[in-house]
């Protein structure tokens, strides 16, 4: 487990240094830039790729699902799409209920396709499993407000503080070293006590770093605005290698060859979901309140816009503590 988390923290350093390069050229050159220089890089990666990489293990003929990998792409993209719109628009808009609509339908006949398959492009008999179930809600919820958080925060700063994007980069910054220095720690933790003490102090950390940042107005030092940032990056840095460990590790007793691939694809699939709905659905609850919001004064707007998104936050939150109490009885359960 220890290990896990060294690579993770790892993976994290290089995205928290990856953010402020990013903000740094969007500053100077433009953010046009970052998709040139992205398209240049893996032109260059996929050459190199290709040029020195080969095979190391026997290849063998694989089937694919192109059905169900179109369905999965439409329950993806009109959920993520829906829900971004519906916190926008509202839910009596064709472009709102008619995709949100579309998703679930998607999601549906994924499910069914996935049930009829001989071999299913996603194994979902794994939610038989409970420990493994609750892994997956509680990675939905930390990636629901984990990503929204990193996308709120910084246009809340460069609304409400007028910062550029490096200086709002560089405030957001000591919260991701948090979360890099706290995979080592999450490993040894999850190694000696296990999961249920860790729930329950990111349930705690979730719910007073979002709702110290929702309490902010726009006189708020930026010493503040860092400490409770940092606050709410320690669920993302405390608990989501461990999940992943604690929740693959219960499938073993299914006995299934390849199981576990299938259950960490399902896992990390249905993690992304939630970060790509958060981003989508709380920017969009941002601006509709700043947008509807009685006062003249922008600054304040963008503040109340930026406060109701964090609030909702800390409601997405709280079913963590439900999820702590489940994790023990699953755990006495598996004991």
Sequence with gaps: METAAYVSSKKRLQISINLILMCIVTDTVGWRMLFWGELILVAILLIHAVIVLSDVLETQKKGFDIVSFLLGTVAFCGLSIGISNISASGFLHLHSSGVFLLGILGTLLFIRRQQRLKVPFLTLSVFRQRVYSI????????????????????????????????????????????????????????????????????????????????????????????????????????????????????????????????????????????GSIGAAAFVGIMNAVASHSAVSDAAAAAARGAGAAFWIMVLASVPLFVLYVCSKRAQNHMQ
């Design 135 to 274: 892994a997956v809600i509680s990675g939905f919820l930390l990636y629901l407000t984990g990503m929204a958080a990193t996308v709120v925060m910084p246009l809340w700063l460069q609304s409400v503080y007028s910062c550029s994007a490096s200086a709002a980069g560089l405030i957001t910054f000591p919260g991701s070293l948090v979360m890099m220095a706290l995979g080592p720690v999450a490993g040894r933790l999850y190694d000696r006590h296990g999961i249920e003490g860790l729930f329950l102090i990111c349930a705690i950390t979730s719910v007073i770093g979002h709702g110290g940042l929702a309490l902010l107005g726009p006189s708020a030092s930026i010493i503040t605005i860092i400490l409770l940032y940092a606050v709410r990056a320690v669920p993302m840095g405390l608990l989501l290698t461990p999940l992943v460990t604690w929740g693959i590790g219960s499938l073993s007793v299914m006995n299934v060859p390849g199981i576990a691939a299938d259950g960490t694809a399902l896992l990390t699939s249905i993690r992304n979901v939630g």
